[in-house]
């Protein structure tokens, strides 16, 4: 049963940091994608970071140059690092996982929500100014 489980969200001050984790279990195949996706009230869904299978990473210019993406095959575990927090990052932020090859970093495409076929419950982060 392939379960992700998201946890290391929290409150925070503007220009902390803070570092999601997601437990990955269940899963039958060595490569995945794998990404990060947050949602605030009222808002939809947007992905924030993505890696693929060689290690490859993707940011939308949003949260690019602050937020780093990682995956540790051997205890299969995604991280995402946030630094310098802002108001604006308030949000659930989910994990999730999809086949290799739906989507490459090398792609012209961005990642999307259909690229991922397993997900989270979320944890939440809050950021006051």
């Known amino acids: 049963q392939v379960q992700l489980v998201e946890s290391g969200g929290g409150s925070g001050q503007s220009g902390m940091s803070l570092k999601l984790s997601c437990a990955a279990s269940?899963?039958?195949?060595?490569?995945?994608?794998w990404g990060w996706f947050r949602q605030a009230p009222g808002k939809e869904r947007e992905g924030v970071a993505a890696?693929?299978?060689?290690?490859?990473?993707s940011y939308p210019d949003s949260v690019k140059g602050r937020f780093t993406i990682s995956y540790d095959a051997a205890n299969n575990r995604l991280y995402l690092q946030i630094n310098s927090l802002k108001p604006e990052d308030t949000a659930m932020y989910y994990c999730?996982?999809?086949?290799?090859?739906?989507?490459?970093?090398?792609?012209?495409?961005?990642?999307?929500?259909?690229?991922?076929?397993?997900w989270g419950q979320g944890t939440q982060v809050t950021v006051s100014s």
């Open positions: 890696i693929d299978s060689s290690g490859g990473t």
């Open positions: 269940g899963f039958t195949y060595v490569r995945y994608v």
């Open positions: 999730a996982a999809g086949p290799v090859g739906r989507w490459y970093s090398k792609s012209r495409r961005p990642f999307s929500q259909g690229d991922f076929d397993y």
